[in-house]
């Protein structure tokens, strides 16, 4: 029987490289090994020893012959030899023209200037009277400052919400101890002090409620066209609705900051408050049985437009509690309007009986 150690040895294959790979050192700096490369070994002589290393494979263009051109999917030609395969890094370790690292696992710069960060600013800011739009505080912490924070946010009618802090290391990369908060471009109003005032003053309340809108442009938008239209004051919850930040003052074109904006802890509280005041409410709801201009309805007195969400519009609660319900005729196939668009057409109907009543 023949004994397997009294084989000869195999010849060893010549190692060739996989296509597409690529080799990095331990600086991160890609390499050729010189096991691929035989033409690279030392002792070969001078001719290839000037030469600097290059890749074979899909980097490079060693494997083309001189002068020869490759072309691509758009015809556009390869310059052989000239073009580098892959950029050179420049005296600060990055890419030519390139500042960016190769790994990037930091967060994104911060995304808005009005921001605070840390337990004691925050607080401090709420002391202050300062106008918060949302606080989001680090998930089982529980100490002094945070119960002190949730207090006076709840107070004031601020949400408050615990997240994991990957969501706090999102928002901002610099020390935030477990708080961050966004800061209102703008002051709330209350709401029973401009009605009293309006009614004071003699004026027609024309308002408007946004019941849990949460896209900012949608919001921006709806803020211009109801400060072209006569709007008065525009009302939205504390909790769901959209934060009205930088985006949603360039959508509005400064209407935000012209136009006063309440916001109600509950808009079930706000709807019966403004029956109880003698002001109209009227929901704009594709549940609705008339449409708006089929039946001549007075909107000449003290109204309150009232617009639902994206996904599910008016809530029940609201719905119930609206004096009026009108929907917007559409004949079309999709039977669908953005909500910015269908508050502009309510909108624009409470303004055109006023104008020509005042005519």
């Keep these: 029987m023949e004994n397997p150690l009294d084989r000869p040895e195999r010849p060893r294959r010549t190692q060739k490289p996989v296509a597409g790979r690529r080799f990095y050192d331990s600086q991160n700096r890609q390499v050729t090994p010189k096991q691929f490369r ?18 074979r494979g899909r980097g490079g263009s060693d494997n083309q012959p001189e002068g020869s051109e490759r072309r ?12 580098p395969p892959f950029r050179e890094r420049d005296d600060r370790g990055g ?32 002391n202050a009277g300062r106008t918060l739009e949302k606080i989001f505080l680090l998930r089982g912490t529980k100490n002094s400052l ?8 709840r107070a004031a009618g601020i949400q408050v919400q615990l997240v994991p802090v990957e969501k706090l290391d999102g928002l901002t990369r610099k020390n935030h101890q477990g708080a961050v908060a966004f800061v209102s471009p703008i002051d709330f109003a209350p709401l029973d002090s401009i009605v009293s005032t309006l009614f004071e003053e003699g004026k027609v309340p024309f308002l408007l409620l946004l019941d849990r809108i949460t896209d900012v ?3 921006g938008a709806i803020a211009r066209t109801a400060e072209c239209l006569g709007v ?3 009302v939205v919850p504390s909790h769901g609705a959209a934060q009205i930040n930088g985006d949603a003052l360039k959508t509005s074109a400064g209407a935000l900051n012209l136009l006063p904006v309440c916001r109600e802890k509950d808009l079930r509280d706000t709807v019966r408050f403004l029956k109880d005041s003698g002001i109209t409410v009227v929901a704009c ?15 000449s007195g003290p109204v309150a437009v009232l617009m639902g969400s994206e996904e599910d519009g008016i809530s029940p609660e609201l719905l119930r509690l609206a004096d009026v319900k009108l ?13 910015s668009v269908a508050a502009g057409i309510m909108l624009f109907e409470v303004a055109r009986q006023r104008v020509t009543t005042e005519e």
Aim: hydrophobic share 35%.
């Design 38 to 55: 035989p033409d690279r070994q030392a002792g070969l002589g001078d001719e290839f020893s000037d030469r600097p290393a290059r890749p």
């Design 72 to 83: 691509f999917g758009n015809d556009r030609p390869d310059r052989g030899g000239d073009r």
């Design 95 to 126: 890419r030519g023209g390139d500042d960016r690292p190769r790994f990037n696992h930091k967060p994104a710069a911060d995304r808005s200037i009005d921001m605070l960060f840390g337990l004691r600013p925050i607080l401090e800011a709420l």
């Design 146 to 153: 945070v119960s002190d924070i949730s207090e006076l946010a």
């Design 217 to 219: 442009r949608n919001f």
């Design 232 to 234: 008065q004051a525009l």
């Design 285 to 299: 709801t594709e549940k609705a049985d008339e449409a708006v201009g089929a039946h001549e309805i007075d909107f």
């Design 327 to 339: 929907k917007v005729p559409m004949a079309g196939q999709i039977q669908s309007l953005n909500v």
